[in-house]
Structure formats: C-alpha cells, structure tokens
C-alpha cells in the first residue's frame, strides 16, 4: 500500500494523467475527510484516492487548484462508502458529482448483509479487522501521523476489489439492476438536495414548541452560531440541539432554565440579550409552527398499511434482505393514505417487489 501524499497542484495533474493513461473512463475509489468536529465551518481537509495500482492521499488544504481531479470524476466510475456524506462534500467543492458513484453499503445490504460498516464490510470481505482509532481525529492539522495516514489509506484500499465481490454476487443473484438504479437515485437525491436551509433552526423536535417557543428557539439558535463562529468550534460544543429546545420548552411553558456553569460571563450576558429581544418581539412575528398534513387513521388507512406491510415483509423475508430497503414504513403509510403515486416515492425495482 503506497503511502504517498499529493500536495501539489502538479503533483495532483500528473497523478491523474498516469492514472486515466489509455482509459476513457476511470474507475477509482475515493473517500473524505473533514473537520466537522472541530471547527465551526466545515472544511474539506483530505481526499483519499486508489485506482487499480496505487493508494495515495490528496491534500486540498495544500493544493491551490483542485480542478483536475474535477475534470477526471466527470468521466469516472466512483466508489464510495455510504457515498452520501462524500458526495455532499463533491457537490460544494466542485458543483457537481463524479458521473457514477456506486456505494458498497448500497449493494452489500442489497446481498442482505446486515452487519454494513466499512470495518463490518472489510472484516466480511477479507477477514481483517480495520483499526477505529482516527474516527475522530482533526483532518485539519498537519502533519497526519502515520496512524492516521493509515486509517485514512484503509478507507479506500479495499474498496474495488470489495465493489468487484459485490458486482459479482449482485448479478448471480439477478440484483444488480436494483444496485445501479438505487445508486443512481441516491446520486440524484444529492444533486437535487437544497443544502442553504433557510429555516435551519428549525431543530429535530421543534415542532411540539408553540409560537413563542419557536420564537426562544429561533433566537438561542443565532445565539449559538454567533458563539460557535466566533470560537472557531462546531456549534454543538456551545450546546446541543437537544440543550436549545429543552431551554425553548420551558421558555414557552413560562418556567425558568439554568446555564451551564462553565460559561463565561460575556456569554451569558449575550445569552441574556437574545433571550431578551426574543420577548420584545410582538407576536405577529413570532414563527408559525409548520402545517402539518392531517392524515386520517381510520380502520381503512390501518387496513391498507397491514396489507402493505405484510407485502413488504414477504418480499424481504423471500429476498433475505431488510424490509425498509424495499419501502420505509412511512412512505407505506403516505401511499396507503394516497398522498402520492408509487412512482414518486418507490424505485422501480422496489414496486416490482411489491406488486405494484
């Protein structure tokens, strides 16, 4: 396993251009490495790239101009590893995706493997036991130590020859139509997803908070971007989401709340500040709670759900994979209510499973 590390513009070209040499369309694996942890505004900080010959990681805290490797995955074959957290990452460096991404997790659950983490994956494929000690390590700094150079490097490494055992079993079983058509919506889903979250305060949970509760929640959420930013620290090391609407609960209930000991005083008297021009907002601008879709639950609609239910769980049981990869209970209960058509919520291979 090669250990080298790209850190130049020209460097990053010539790697490329040995690695396409006589092909149209590469095939590569690629995972990534961020600072999510550790600062307040994500940054892309490693790139980790094996093609058929070599192992190598790109810095692109170091290299000024990432473009070539732009150029060389809008006619790649990619694999990745649950492939969404690094095509988001793709999408807001580059503005676009590499031409096929195909994900191992996608097709090893398709096989019906349960156990679907790259150390469960690399462990079932090759009998080897991945180390877990960098997980959480900050990607930002430099230099990497040679524990992380090697967590990151074994991200990749296996991966082809993992999508080959994988292409190979999927086609035995005659499920590798399903594997390009799911890849290919999971694709699409990135593209097409609005990342700029206008209303991102908006925590999980928040919609039991009343007006003025939205109102707290509203405000304490600034709060802590602006405390975050000013860190340098993700938001989540000011307070939870968790924290935030437990605050905004018992704001709107009229009860008192208690800070954490160990803020400083500067940021308490912010915190009291925003609480403040919270309660001095009138209540027409108080945020609406979001209208929720009223979906009748009569004997009918649990009737038609069972009936789907029962479907799903045939068809996986008969499959031996799980039945939320054939449909999410949730989307059973939008079609069973006839909010939407089978063809807009369920993939075609997913219908056929169903009889639909």
């Known amino acids: 396993m090669s250990q080298e590390m790209i850190d130049t513009t020209e460097r990053l070209v010539s790697h490329l251009q040995t690695s396409r040499q006589g092909v149209t369309n ?15 505004r994500e940054s892309l900080c490693l790139i980790q790239f094996a093609d058929r010959n ?7 805290l170091a290299i000024d101009d990432l473009s070539a490797l732009g150029d060389y995955l809008s006619a790649a074959t990619v694999w990745m590893h649950g492939a969404d957290y690094d095509m988001t990452m793709f999408k807001r460096q580059f503005g676009d995706l590499p031409a096929v991404v195909y994900d191992t997790q ?7 493997v349960r156990r679907f983490g790259l150390g469960d994956l690399v462990s079932h494929y090759f ?9 959480k390590a900050d990607w930002g700094k430099r230099p990497l130590s040679p524990k992380m150079i ?20 999927l086609k035995e079983k005659g499920r590798y139509e399903w594997f390009l058509e799911s890849c290919l919506a999971a694709r699409q889903r990135v593209l097409e997803r609005d990342d700029s979250k206008e209303e991102n305060w908006r925590v999980q949970g928040s919609g039991k908070l009343a ?18 930013k000013a860190w340098d620290r993700p938001s989540f090391m000011v307070a939870p989401n968790r924290q935030l609407l437990e605050w ?32 001095a907002l009138p209540e027409a601008e108080w945020p609406e709670r979001p209208a929720g879709k009223r979906r009748k639950r009569d ?14 769980e045939q068809a996986a049981a008969k499959l031996d994979i799980d039945g939320s990869l054939i449909a999410p209970r949730a989307v059973l209960e939008s079609l069973a209510a006839d909010e939407v058509p089978p063809a807009a919520v369920l993939l075609q291979w997913q219908r056929e499973c169903l009889g639909m």
């Open 127 to 135: 009998g080897v036991d991945l180390s877990k000690s960098s997980q």
């Open 248 to 279: 905004s609960i018992a704001l709107g209930a009229g009860q008192p709340i208690s800070l954490p000991s160990h803020y400083r005083p500067d940021r308490v008297k912010r915190f009291r500040a925003a609480l403040a021009a919270a309660e």
């Open 106 to 112: 996608i097709g090893a659950r398709l096989l019906g």
């Open 150 to 169: 090697e967590y990151a490097l074994n991200d990749v490494h296996y991966l082809l020859e993992m999508g080959d055992q994988i292409v190979a079993a």
């Open 211 to 228: 007006p003025y509760g939205l109102a707290c929640l509203r405000a304490l959420w600034h709060w802590r971007d602006g405390e975050a």
């Open 26 to 40: 590469p095939v590569c694996a690629i995972d990534t490495e961020a600072d999510s942890l550790h600062r307040y």
């Open 299 to 312: 004997r009918d609609f649990e009737r038609k759900v069972d009936v789907l239910l029962a479907a799903r």
């Open 54 to 60: 070599q192992c190598v990681l790109i810095d692109p």
